[in-house]
């Protein structure tokens, strides 16, 4: 299958910085990528829909200032906290997928905030 | 709207055995369907998928059942293994958009 991949794996950082999460496709062309928040021992909620060239769509209730989502090109995509607190600590997934695919995950970013 | 559990049921079976993972949806309109297993720390690893004209479709060990009167998903694991521990999470979409909603998800444990 595609491969996605997210980086980093894990970050920590301190309340009041800004922490950013890439997404990359690696080998096929992510025209959408959707960015997904996952607490301990529960689902994964959709945050936002993103496509190449366009500002990202977010679910109700996710702060789109807050969360900062680029898609600037067709193999990557960012997930920018900002002002993180440590509410924010969560595992945060990324997926992507072409016109003719399905969805791709990446392997996810543990952000702990301190 | 995103289906977020407050906790995981835990489905515990013998190792060898068969495991059933069932899954409600949401979604009428929804045409396709996942299951993902998710390792500790790790982002879901998709295992078989079915499409909403199918009712079973089959893979090395694993089945999905899809009953769309009753919006209900199964995932059958036959002779079940240890590394098969984990969570499994089934997600459904439209394939207008990919915009997948993930159920609760279920724990499965593998004992020796």
């Known amino acids: 299958g595609a491969v996605v991949s997210q980086h980093p794996s894990r970050v920590i950082c301190k309340s009041g910085t800004s922490v950013k999460i890439e997404c990359r496709s690696l080998d096929f062309q992510a025209t959408t990528m959707f960015w997904y928040r996952q607490f301990p021992k529960q689902s994964l909620m959709l945050m936002a829909t993103?496509?190449?060239?366009?500002?990202?769509?977010?679910e109700q209730g996710v702060e789109k200032d807050k969360f900062l989502i680029n898609h600037a090109s067709l193999t990557l995509s960012t997930l920018t906290v900002t002002s993180a607190h440590p509410e924010d600590s969560s595992f945060y997934i990324c997926?992507?997928?072409?016109?003719?695919?399905?969805?791709?995950f990446g392997q996810g970013t543990r952000l702990t905030v301190v | 709207g995103e289906s977020v559990g407050l906790h995981l049921p835990t489905l515990s079976v013998q190792e060898g055995d068969n495991s059933i993972i069932n899954c409600a949806y949401s979604n009428s309109a929804s045409d396709y369907f996942i299951w993902y297993k998710q390792e500790s720390g790790k982002g879901p690893q998709f295992i078989i998928d079915?499409?909403?004209?199918?009712d079973k479709r089959q893979g090395q060990r694993v089945t999905v059942l899809l009953n769309k009167t009753v919006k209900h998903l199964s995932l059958q694991i036959a002779a079940t293994q240890p590394g098969d521990s984990a969570v499994y999470f089934c997600a459904e979409t439209s394939s207008g958009t990919y915009k997948y909603i993930f159920g609760t998800g279920t724990r499965l444990k593998v004992l020796a």
């Open positions: 997926s992507a997928r072409s016109d003719i695919s399905e969805a791709f």
């Open positions: 993103s496509n190449e060239g366009s500002k990202a769509t977010y």
């Open positions: 079915i499409r909403s004209n199918m």
